[in-house]
């Protein structure tokens, strides 16, 4: 998605994990290019370690179609899942964290900066949305809560 500053555009990509709603992996930058959804991919891939072939979903946009990205995909043994053309529901749930973003972080405020955007940003999905923010999906839990409470059982 993209969030308006006053420097200009800011992108941010995520992964996120459809099990527990946790943003896993996310990149901000000033351009929306293969770079961008790559080191979203690194994050999610650093904190989760898959080991073991994972489904990757995204739409068709060219920064997914990417060699970079591709190749990262296939590098990990990722499976690659494309929305289908102009087919906005195959990506709900990533468009609804996008939604919510805006609507909880991005929407009451007039980021200067993009630096100010990034920092916003940044705290929101660490510190409150996959630490605080309860999801009816995940029995009223926040994310990493919900993926504690599982593990035990």
Not at 29 to 55: C, F, T, W, Y
Not at 82 to 99: I, L, P, T
């Amino acid at each position: 998605t993209f969030i308006e500053t006053r420097e200009g555009w800011l992108y941010l990509a995520i992964v996120l994990d459809l099990y527990s709603r946790a943003i896993v992996g996310w990149s901000m930058s000033r351009k929306i290019d293969g770079k961008l959804v790559v080191d979203a991919l690194n994050m999610a891939i650093a904190q989760r370690q898959p080991d073991e072939s994972v489904l990757v979903h995204s739409d068709q946009g060219s920064q997914y179609t990417a060699y970079k990205y591709r190749d990262k995909l296939t590098e990990h043994d990722m499976i690659c899942s494309m929305s289908r053309k102009g087919e906005c529901h195959d990506n709900a749930v990533a468009e609804s964290f996008f939604h919510t973003l805006k609507e909880e972080c991005v929407y009451d405020e007039s980021f200067t900066t993009r630096q100010e955007a990034r920092q916003s940003i940044f705290k929101y999905i660490e510190f409150f949305y996959n630490r605080k923010r309860r999801h009816s999906y995940i029995d009223y839990k926040a994310p990493f809560e919900y993926e504690r409470m599982k593990a035990v059982a």
